[in-house]
């Protein structure tokens, strides 16, 4: 099966043809990331082999790590290194399913509060569970539950 990892693996050996060190770079740390949770699962005695949705996991961890770089660099007065990581983000994000619109997020949140009918913050948890199941994926983690957060602040 031709899968994202497959993919990543040919388009490593054009970027070593091209000579382009950054993607080279970027697409290797993946592949190492990639590696690792192989090595993982086969220790705990599962089927080595990525599936898609855990290959897109490793690529949305990689770049929420760029995401927060850039973040620290650019606070730090380091424009160079946060360039640098954002060169890196654009590589992987390419790989990446695209994000949904505010707005689309938005609505589906709502859709998940009626459906849970959470009492006040404590409920927090529920919907974000219920959000996160059409929105895996399709919408950053922390701005998902800062806007949940902010939804539940104004029912109560």
Not at 6 to 20: F, G, H, P, T, V
Not at 104 to 128: N, R
Request: hydrophobic share 40%; charged share 40%.
């Amino acid at each position: 099966m031709a899968g994202l990892k497959d993919q990543i693996s040919k388009d490593l050996i054009q970027a070593l043809k091209e000579k382009n060190e950054v993607k080279v770079g970027t697409l290797r740390l993946f592949l190492a990331s990639a590696h690792n949770k192989e090595i993982e699962k086969k220790g705990k005695n599962e089927t080595p082999e990525l599936s898609e949705d855990e290959t897109q996991e490793i690529l949305r961890r990689e770049a929420k790590k760029r995401k927060e770089a850039i973040e620290i660099y650019v606070r730090g007065g380091r424009q160079d290194l946060a360039d640098k990581e954002s060169g890196e983000l654009e590589i992987l994000e390419k790989y990446l399913p695209a994000q949904l619109a505010p707005a689309e997020v938005e609505k589906i949140i709502l859709e998940a509060i009626a459906v849970v009918k959470p009492a006040g913050a404590k409920d927090f948890g529920k919907v974000m569970g219920e959000a996160m199941k059409k929105l895996k994926g399709l919408a950053d983690t922390g701005e998902v539950g800062k806007i949940i957060k902010e939804r539940l602040e104004q029912t109560v």
